[in-house]
């Protein structure tokens, strides 16, 4: 099958390279000439594991292909995949459909024969409809179907995702367009992934009720977790005693300073925005909304209550700066609501991240980047754990202690709870840990 992908962002690159790895004839398209450049040179601009032998293998074997031109790619193909970004707009939260839409606009102008145009960006209930109207309004004679196909993709284990995907899901009442996306994903099919084939508005809305969903699962534990601390409570064991219910699940009940990224805070605001637009009040979400929002706030304060109600002239070691583990995404990170207020009440930062330290860069400032994580502590009044990172997991504590100037740890992620870090003499904060900060 021939197939062009619309947007080598995130999810156009990795989809794109995953379906050359299924054997299809992929042409990825992006406007931004110096990334296609780079791209066809094996440059990766997106930090996933195992994206780049991925992308360089099926390069070599002339399965996958970079260009400018749409022109180039879109006729004679079997699908044509929008995957632009869908930013969230500023002021109403809104997705930005405006490049989905320029997409769509020229894709129609080049349409030839029978073709399945998919959105797998995440697009609020009712874009596929548009984006059909727009194309029968250019090329009223075009044949061709829209499907939405969204992708449930996580950074850092994005190609696992769209190997071993949990389920597909095609939102298409045409049955010819359904063949081919069948075709498309052939190899899923046959390993027996569970497919849910459905309405285009249904498939739209389960991307975005998967991800506030999850959200909401978050924010729900993040508030248990302060109520462990009021209470003597531990919320790992709460957590686990919740999660070995089959009906709750383990997963995502992991408290920590607040979810970020791409996709949770961009797509819960959005979902809410169709709430309104179509006056069906989502009470839920907006509470999920407004806990994380206060929550990133608040683990400054944390913080400088840690360090005994003041952060001036400290020096604060900060572990972690990307949203999550495996990426370089700064998008949305609590460490950007985190270091600018240690920062405003006069706290000196020295901070490490295993990958995001270049792009954080360009959000955050006055900072020094330390070249190791032992590196950011030496000398430091507080070490503050922000991103899990696997490299931090397993630091020499007796080391840490004899680098820090006082050996308080601050563990957002609680990465060190059941190490006992109290036992080797460190004053230590995780969270919901039932140890309640003096206020
Ligand atoms: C998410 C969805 O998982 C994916 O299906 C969707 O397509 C895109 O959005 P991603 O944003 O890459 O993926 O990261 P994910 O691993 O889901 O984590 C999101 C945020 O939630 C991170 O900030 C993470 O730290 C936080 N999180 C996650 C928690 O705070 N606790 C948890 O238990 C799980």
């Known amino acids: 099958m021939r197939v062009t992908v619309v947007g080598t962002g995130y999810v156009g690159l990795v989809s794109g390279t995953c379906f050359s790895e299924f054997g299809h004839e992929i042409i990825c398209v992006d406007k931004d000439a110096d990334k296609i450049e780079r791209l066809k040179a094996g440059e990766i601009p997106i930090y996933e ?130 063949e081919i996306m069948r075709d498309l994903y052939r190899p899923l099919y046959l390993n027996e992934t569970p497919i849910v084939n459905t309405a285009r508005e ?114 604060i070691a900060v572990l972690g700066l990307a949203f999550k583990p495996n990426t370089d995404d700064m998008r949305e990170s609590p460490a950007l609501d985190i270091i600018p207020v240690l920062q405003q009440n006069g706290a000196e930062v020295h901070a490490f991240d295993p990958a995001a330290m270049e792009e954080a860069r360009n959000y955050l400032t006055d900072i020094r980047y330390a070249s190791s994580p032992y590196d950011a502590m030496d000398g430091a009044d507080a070490l503050v754990i922000v991103t899990e990172w696997n490299e931090f997991r397993a630091l020499d504590l007796k080391r840490v202690k004899s680098l820090l100037n006082s050996p308080l740890l601050v563990d957002l992620r609680n990465i060190y709870a059941k190490a006992n870090p109290a036992a080797e003499g460190f004053d230590y904060y995780g969270v919901g840990k039932g140890r309640v900060i003096e206020r």
């Not at 991925?54 to 699908?79: C, I, M, Q, W, Y």
């Not at 399945?116 to 995440?122: A, I, R």
């Open 202 to 315: 249904t498939s739209e809305l389960i991307k975005y009720a998967s991800n506030a969903f999850l959200a909401t699962k978050i924010s729900f534990i993040n508030e248990i977790a302060d109520l462990c601390e009021v209470l003597g409570a531990d919320v790992q064991d709460v957590a686990r005693g919740m999660g070995l219910d089959k009906r709750i699940g383990p997963k995502f009940l992991h408290a920590g300073p607040g979810y970020g990224g791409s996709c949770f805070p961009k797509d819960t605001l959005a979902l809410l925005r169709t709430g309104e637009l179509n006056q069906v009040p989502l009470k839920i979400v907006e509470a999920v909304v407004d806990v994380n929002r206060e929550r990133k706030l608040k683990m400054a304060d944390r913080i400088i209550e840690a360090c005994g109600g003041s952060v001036e002239g400290k020096k």
């Open 49 to 178: 594991p195992g994206l780049d032998q991925l992308v360089e293998k099926n390069v070599r074997e002339e399965r996958l292909h970079f260009t400018t031109d749409l022109a180039e790619a879109v006729p004679g193909s079997d699908a044509v995949f929008i995957a632009v970004g869908t930013p969230s707009r500023r002021g109403d939260g809104h997705a930005d459909l405006s490049y989905v839409y320029a997409a769509a606009e020229e894709i129609a102008s080049l349409l030839e024969g029978y073709t399945v145009v998919v959105t797998k960006s995440t697009v609020p209930v009712g874009t596929g409809r548009e984006i059909e109207k727009l194309i029968s309004n250019i090329r009223p004679e075009a044949d061709f179907d829209v499907a939405s196909n969204p992708e449930f993709l996580r950074e850092g284990a994005a190609i696992e995702d769209f190997m071993r995907p949990n389920r597909i899901v095609i939102g298409t009442d045409s049955a010819r367009a359904r």
